[in-house]
């Protein structure tokens, strides 16, 4: 045993703020809804229905969670968020077909009450989306001390002890870090001159820290992982995670690709290609979004595979990554791999992947479980980088200068090692017999 962190009770309510109402945000919120009112379990989310094991295996020790860490309760949620096109959670719902009408009913009086806040948007970064509710501030200052106002007034309205803001809408427009990220001082006076290069979710990252408020990014805009924003969430002791949620093709990849590597099997080359019809697939549509989200994609295979150790296996990967808008399938998207492997004496191989599976069904949990756990990290006195968290992003961040971990496996015994560690358990390795 070794020494527990000290963590604050989760005690009240946790408001959940949402920049992007839509279908990701509005199938969290309808998931959790039917979860109070039904006891079922809230499938895919790690932080409700796994288990983790404390100690030697013949202590047979292994609690869930949720029970084993002092977080918050389903209960104790309350939700919100701001978004540019839905004016409630129910209509977001019913707009994004992920859920049907039958299963809205029993809650779509409580979807209904979740009014979205007009949205600080910018057409320049989605330029697939026309907005029409959104702030009328068209100083960048201005619209983030309206964002400010909002947090503020949500908080008193909904009597919430605590708040998390989980970043729920589109993919922004692709763009590198510029001068105006290097500092706070430079961020600032970017916004106080509406610098062309800030985007609207680094307004939102900014109005969260200023207030307190823990954000993690599910998408792979450039907003959290700027020198700024990581050296405001350090000064104002605000814990921040990102970037892009791991749903559906990347959460496959980093399945598939550890367990190739463990056999040193060779990849020539790696085909993905994704259909998808709900609002994400509009905004991909457009090159200068799809490119954001190129980026991310591409990224998985190099750290998990180590082509600069394995060169012979992994030196010359063809890695392709497509995307195409397809209206009819909605958030039922459907995605293809093909992976060209090698094995003994080069013979050449095929693994064939489909996956079809609804979008936002895979997002929610996510959404929830960084809700749950960033506002642990906040209450166990966490700012900056929550690494320990990459096991649910398709970019992860790290807080060091080293490459992020992208095999889900090693994420995975990170993140119940944080918790263990936190409580005064000893991290597992799996070196010892029992």
């Keep these: 045993m070794t020494e527990p962190r000290t963590i604050a009770p989760a005690s009240g309510k946790l408001g ?18 039917h979860s109070r009112q039904t006891g079922e379990a809230p499938l895919g989310s790690v932080s409700q229905m796994a288990h983790i094991r404390l100690g030697k295996r013949e202590e047979n020790r292994n609690p869930l969670i949720r029970e084993f860490v002092p977080m918050a309760e389903l209960d104790d949620l309350v939700f919100g968020g701001w978004d540019p096109l839905s004016p409630n959670a129910l209509e977001a719902a019913r707009h994004a077909g992920v859920m049907k009408d039958a299963d809205l009913a029993a809650i779509s009086g409580e979807l209904e009450g979740v009014v979205a806040m007009d949205a600080v948007f910018d057409q320049k970064w989605v330029s697939r989306i026309e907005g029409v509710r959104v702030k009328t501030e068209t100083n960048k200052m201005e619209q983030a001390e309206a964002l400010i106002a ?5 908080r008193t309205e909904n009597n919430c002890d605590r708040l998390v803001m989980v970043w729920c809408g589109s993919t922004e427009a692709f763009q590198e870090p510029s001068a105006v990220h290097a500092s706070i001082e430079a961020f600032e006076e970017g916004l106080r001159n509406s610098d062309d290069n800030i985007s609207p979710s680094q307004i939102y990252a900014y109005a969260a820290l200023q207030s307190g408020v823990p954000f ?8 959290t992982d700027l020198d700024c924003i990581v050296e405001l969430s350090k000064r104002e002791g605000v814990p921040i995670a990102g970037k892009d949620f791991k749903t559906g093709q990347t959460l496959i990849k980093t399945l598939i690709a ?12 790696w085909y993905s290609t994704n259909i998808l019809g709900n609002r994400d697939g509009e905004v991909l549509d457009a090159p200068e979004n799809f490119q954001t989200k190129e980026n991310s994609k591409l990224g998985v295979l190099d750290t998990i595979l180590q082509p600069e150790v394995y060169p012979s296996l992994y030196g010359e990967i063809d890695h392709k990554v497509r995307i195409d808008y397809y ?16 094995g003994w004496l ?13 979008d936002s069904i895979l997002a929610a949990p996510i959404v929830l479980d960084l ?39 090693i994420q995975q015994t990170k993140l119940k090692n944080t918790l263990r ?3 005064g358990e000893v991290p597992v390795t799996h070196s010892e017999a029992g």
């Design 16 to 33: 959940l703020l949402m920049p992007g109402l839509g279908a990701v945000a509005s199938t969290l919120i309808a998931g959790v809804l």
């Design 150 to 154: 909002d947090i503020e007034r949500f």
């Design 216 to 223: 993690a990014n599910g998408a792979p805009n450039l907003t």
């Design 258 to 269: 550890p367990g190739l590597k463990s056999r040193m099997l060779g990849i020539r080359g």
């Design 327 to 342: 209206p009819p399938r909605g958030d039922e998207k459907e995605g293809w791999d093909n992976i060209d492997i090698f």
């Design 346 to 358: 080069g013979y050449p191989m095929q693994i064939k992947i489909n996956l079809l599976a609804r």
């Design 371 to 409: 809700a749950l756990f960033m506002d642990l990290a906040a209450r166990a006195g966490e700012s900056g980088v929550q690494e320990w968290l990459s096991f649910y992003f398709k970019a992860p961040q790290s807080a060091t200068v080293n490459d992020p971990e992208h095999d889900i496996f």
């Design 421 to 423: 560690e936190w409580m």
